[in-house]
Each structure stands twice: as C-alpha cells, then as structure tokens.
C-alpha cells in the first residue's frame, strides 16, 4: 500500500506542483502520508511543508441554502414568481417549509426585497436579486473556506457551517526527483565487488543522527549494582568471597556457634523464621562435609561453653538443649557462614604450623521476622566481612572501618560501643549524612569472643574482626530512594530497574 502510495505521490507532482495532499490524496491516514514523505524527503526526491488550517463544511442547514437558496431568496423567489401579491399564508405554500417562509419574510423585508402591498398582503419590490449567502455557502462546499473570515464567524454563528482543524502537507519536487524510488543500498557486499555493481548502485547515506534501535536487554537491578561495587572494594582490599548458598542454617551455625544464648531475645518467634518442615536439621556431622572435620568435639565444646563455660569464660550456666540448637531456621545473618569458614580456617596450617591470616567477605539475603514499613522489609542483604590475623587491635578494626568506608566514599566516621553477644568489644559505626543533617548507623562490627574462635580450634593469639551492614541503605541513598518497596517487591518499577545507570561508589 505504501508502495503504491509512493509512486502516486510522484506521479501527482510530475503533473503538477505544488500539490495539497488533504485535496490530491483525501482520506489517507496522516502517519502514512507522512511516512512515505519522509522517505522521499530523505532522499531529496519530495519536499514538503505541513499546513494546518482550518476547513469549514456546511451543516444541514448550510447544505439546504447552498441547494435551495436563502430563505429570503426562496421567499423573494415565491412573491416574483407569482407576479402578485400574496399573504402569509400563500407565501408558505409556495415556499412548501412555514419555518423558511418566516424567517425569509423578515430577511426579504429587512433586504428591502419584498415589501408590504394592500390588505396585509407582501409582493416583490425589485426585479432581481443576489442569494450572496447561498454563493458564499457553494463556494464553502467547494472550497472549504471562505477569504472573509467575518462572514465565515457568522456562518458558523448562525450554525450554517462548522469548521475543524486539518492538517496537510503542501508537496513540492525536491532536487533529486525522480518517477521510480531507487534502492539504496546500506551494505557493500562481496558480490557487488566482485560484478562491479558497485560502481553504479547508489547508497544510502549514513544518518548520524538516528538513534540507535532499543534494544531489550536484561538489567540488572540496581542492588546488584551496588553490590559489584563492594565486591570490588573487598577484591582490591585482598578478600576472599564466602559461599553464601544456604538460606537454611541450624540455629547452632546460626547462633549457638556465636556464642548467642538459647533465651536471647533475637531468637525468639517474632524475630526469626523457624522452617516447619522439616523442623531439625541433622547434628554437624563429618560424612556431610567435604572437609570430614570433627564435628563432635566443635559440638561438645559448644554445648560446655554456653552451658559452665570454657576458654577463660564462665559462660551463660543454664542447661544447653541440643534440640534448639538443630532447629532450622532462615539465617538471620550471614554471620553463619563466616563462622563455618573460620571453623574451617582451624584446620589450615601455615607456614608457622598455625591457621593462616584470612580475609572473608560475602553479600546476600538474611531474612528477619520484621514489621514491614519504608525502610524495613522481612528480608534484606547484608554485607559482611571478617579479618582473622595475629596481634590484632581494638584500633585496628576502627582503623580498617576507616579505610573502607572511605573506599566508599564515607568518611568522618564515629564509634559507638555496643553489644552483640559474638563480639568483645563491639562498636556501632556511624557516619555523618549530610541530607538528614545527622548521625546515622552505618555498620556494626566487633571482635568475635574467645568463646566463639576457640571452640572452634582458632588458636588463643589469633583475633578476628567482624562486621556488617545492609547492602540496602547504601544502594537508597545512591538512588534516592526514599521507601524500600521502591526497590523490592512487586511494586518495583520495571522501567525503573531497565534504565537506572550503573553507580559509582565515589571512591577515593
Ligand atoms: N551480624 C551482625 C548484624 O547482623 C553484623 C556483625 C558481623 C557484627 C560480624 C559483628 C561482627 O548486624
């Protein structure tokens, strides 16, 4: 169709140009019109200027006068006619419409056309007359405007006519017209060069400035973002990635193995999602590992260290239930993983014979029984990393808090102590938010308890930092997004997720 359209446009301008395309090509959809001259036009084969104007057609009314004349005229017409005097009466029979012969009585009396004779009676007073509101009305059927804009406004007052918008293209030849669209060739091929066609085809030029084709791709979303930023910072900081596939953990890697007494709080219903089946998992167990560690004594050791205390401790004294501690439970944090990879850093040896210093960082999902509101959800991510080394200070953690925070363009960092039950002593950190004009929490942290390190086979001089943070608040405020639903969940603008730009973490 559009084929056909092209060349009737050219056939029509090798006739005659300009043309007008509401009047050569009436009823073809505006987008069509207009893609075919586009075409053309980027060829210099058409040029073409789009008019808008406005184009008046006759009511029914309008149409009846453009037939039929005035009603003045059809009155005057009636009374010259008859060569006589007529009354009302008789003028309405000769016109044949009672309407029409009133209002063109008075019309025609006004025009001076007719006049009063005897006995009430109208007769003609002149020998001829001009129906201009029926000629102009023609011309308007025809033309569909009208020079004098004034009459037109009457016209349309008087609802003799209506006018609407319409938009055409006046078409002109442009420099490079021509009877047959020539193709254009986008590719040089082979076979071009190797039949010489080349030299006689013609191209299509190169159009800089169209933008390229969308292409759908996937995306990533904007934590995924956010979270290759902290891999890169834990990668250059000489990191280690933990394996973070278990959404599953026993309370005991969960908790019991933190040192987290079986009464604490955080364990409780309202905090934690427990599994309901199955319920229990199987104690840690050689055969379920690939290390074929000895999970027994790990076991045991837990059980005495909580229940009368163990490593310089004197523990929580209060009857430890192996039950509780295999009850399934969605991780709370990932701490769980960092303290089943430092239970496996027991058994490395270095080159001193002892466990080697290790560096571990893992990002993912921990769930927490929460009140869902702007900034809370019932699951999150949790960025989490662990140094373990020899000789290592309470100001050495503050010191390396320091260091990576400003690797994420955080700085002026302050410390709070705090109280987690794994770490001694352990510190909330704080930074300065320049848009909440105040201190907000950033990270807790600490130096995980002897209770914790030893039980697990960690040597007495070895130390191990900790801490973690939500991979959500920094990914927020680098997005400005102010309800956590925003981000997560199915509320989440999928337009949102396919155009938001990669972030920088304004490192330093
Ligand atoms: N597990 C802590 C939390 O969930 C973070 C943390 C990790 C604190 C390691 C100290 C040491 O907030």
Same mark, same amino acid.
């Given at each position: 169709?559009?084929?056909?359209?092209?060349?009737?446009?050219?056939?029509?301008?090798?006739?005659?140009?300009?043309?007008?395309?509401?009047?050569?090509?009436?009823?073809?959809?505006?987008?069509?019109?207009?893609?075919?001259?586009?075409?053309?036009?980027?060829?210099?084969?058409?040029?073409?200027?789009?008019?808008?104007?406005?184009?008046?057609?006759?009511?029914?009314?309008?149409?009846?006068?453009?037939?039929?004349?005035?009603?003045?005229?059809?009155?005057?017409?009636?009374?010259?006619?008859?060569?006589?005097a007529?009354?009302?009466?008789?003028?309405q029979?000769?016109?044949?419409?009672?309407?029409?012969?009133?209002?063109?009585?008075?019309?025609?009396?006004?025009?001076?056309?007719?006049?009063?004779?005897?006995?009430?009676?109208?007769?003609?007073?002149?020998?001829?007359?001009?129906?201009?509101?029926?000629?102009?009305?023609?011309?308007i059927?025809k033309?569909?405007?009208?020079?004098?804009?004034?009459v037109?406004?009457?016209?349309?007052?008087?609802?003799?006519?209506?006018t609407?918008?319409?938009?055409?293209?006046?078409?002109?030849?442009?420099?490079?017209?021509?009877?047959?669209?020539?193709?254009?060739?986008?590719?040089?091929?082979?076979?071009?060069?190797?039949?010489g066609s080349?030299?006689?085809?013609?191209?299509?030029?190169?159009?800089?400035?169209?933008?390229?084709?969308?292409q759908?791709?996937?995306?990533?979303?904007?934590?995924?973002?956010?979270?290759?930023?902290?891999?890169?910072?834990?990668f250059?900081?000489?990191?280690?990635?933990?394996?973070?596939?278990?959404?599953?953990?026993?309370?005991?890697?969960?908790?019991?193995?933190?040192?987290?007494?079986?009464?604490?709080?955080?364990?409780?219903?309202?905090?934690?999602?427990?599994?309901?089946?199955?319920?229990?998992?199987h104690?840690?167990?050689?055969?379920?590992?690939?290390?074929?560690?000895?999970?027994?004594?790990?076991?045991?050791?837990?059980?005495?260290?909580?229940?009368?205390?163990?490593?310089?401790?004197?523990?929580?004294?209060?009857?430890?239930?192996?039950?509780?501690?295999?009850?399934?439970?969605?991780?709370?944090?990932t701490?769980?993983?960092?303290?089943?990879?430092?239970?496996?850093?027991?058994?490395?040896?270095?080159?001193?014979?002892?466990?080697?210093?290790?560096?571990?960082?893992?990002?993912?999902?921990? &769930? !927490?029984? /929460?009140?869902?509101? +702007?900034?809370? *959800?019932?699951?999150?991510?949790q $960025?989490? @990393?662990?140094?373990?080394?020899?000789?290592?200070?309470?100001?050495?953690?503050?010191?390396?808090?320091?260091?990576?925070?400003k690797?994420?363009?955080?700085?002026?960092?302050?410390?709070?102590?705090?109280?987690?039950?794994?770490?001694?002593?352990?510190l909330?950190?704080?930074?300065?938010?320049?848009?909440?004009?105040?201190?907000?929490?950033?990270?807790?942290?600490?130096? &995980? !308890?002897? /209770?914790?390190?030893? +039980?697990?086979? *960690?040597?007495?001089?070895?130390? $191990?930092? @900790?801490?973690?943070?939500?991979?959500?608040?920094?990914?927020?405020?680098?997005?400005?997004?102010?309800?956590?639903?925003?981000?997560?969940?199915?509320?989440?603008?999928?337009?949102?997720?396919?155009?938001?730009?990669?972030?920088?973490?304004?490192?330093?």
């Amino acid at each position: 169709m559009s084929g056909d359209l092209t060349s009737q446009v050219l056939n029509a301008l090798d006739k005659a140009e300009p043309i007008l395309s509401t009047e050569t090509f009436p009823g073809v959809p505006f987008a069509e019109l207009k893609a075919v001259l586009d075409r053309l036009g980027s060829r210099s084969m058409v040029e073409y200027k789009q008019l808008e104007r406005e184009e008046a057609t006759l009511e029914p009314e309008g149409q009846s006068i453009a037939d039929n004349g005035s009603h003045e005229a059809r009155v005057f017409e009636a009374l010259s006619k008859a060569m006589k005097a007529l009354t009302v009466q008789e003028i309405q029979a000769a016109v044949g419409d009672k309407n029409v012969a009133k209002f063109g009585q008075g019309k025609a009396m006004q025009a001076k056309w007719i006049a009063k004779a005897e006995g009430g009676k109208f007769a003609a007073a002149v020998d001829s007359i001009k129906d201009t509101t029926r000629e102009q009305l023609q011309i308007i059927q025809k033309e569909r405007t009208l020079p004098d804009a004034k009459v037109l406004a009457d016209f349309k007052k008087r609802k003799l006519i209506k006018t609407q918008k319409v938009i055409s293209f006046s078409i002109t030849k442009g420099p490079k017209f021509a009877l047959e669209l020539v193709k254009e060739e986008t590719d040089l091929t082979e076979e071009m060069l190797a039949t010489g066609s080349w030299k006689t085809a013609t191209f299509k030029p190169y159009n800089f400035n169209a933008l390229g084709a969308d292409q759908h791709a996937g995306a990533l979303h904007p934590l995924m973002k956010v979270r290759h930023e902290f891999r890169n910072i834990f990668f250059e900081m000489g990191f280690e990635e933990m394996p973070t596939d278990h959404f599953v953990e026993s309370g005991f890697w969960n908790f019991d193995a933190l040192f987290v007494p079986q009464q604490h709080p955080a364990r409780d219903l309202q905090d934690t999602f427990y599994i309901s089946d199955p319920k229990l998992a199987h104690k840690p167990r050689a055969e379920d590992s690939e290390d074929k560690k000895d999970y027994d004594t790990y076991f045991e050791n837990i059980k005495q260290v909580h229940e009368n205390g163990k490593y310089g401790s004197i523990g929580y004294r209060y009857p430890w239930a192996e039950d509780e501690s295999l009850r399934l439970v969605l991780r709370t944090h990932t701490t769980a993983i960092s303290t089943a990879m430092l239970h496996k850093l027991a058994d490395k040896r270095g080159l001193d014979g002892k466990p080697p210093p290790a560096r571990y960082f893992s990002i993912d999902r921990v &769930f !927490r029984n /929460e009140t869902v509101d +702007a900034t809370h *959800l019932a699951e999150f991510h949790q $960025v989490e @990393g662990v140094i373990a080394d020899y000789d290592l200070t309470l100001g050495g953690l503050m010191e390396f808090m320091t260091i990576f925070f400003k690797k994420m363009g955080i700085e002026d960092l302050r410390f709070k102590p705090a109280y987690n039950p794994y770490t001694e002593p352990s510190l909330e950190i704080f930074s300065f938010h320049k848009g909440l004009n105040k201190l907000v929490e950033i990270g807790n942290s600490g130096m &995980f !308890r002897p /209770e914790m390190l030893e +039980a697990m086979g *960690l040597p007495g001089d070895m130390k $191990v930092y @900790g801490w973690g943070l939500s991979l959500e608040r920094p990914t927020m405020i680098k997005y400005g997004i102010s309800n956590i639903r925003e981000l997560l969940g199915h509320k989440v603008d999928l337009n949102f997720i396919e155009r938001n730009p990669a972030v920088r973490l304004d490192k330093s």
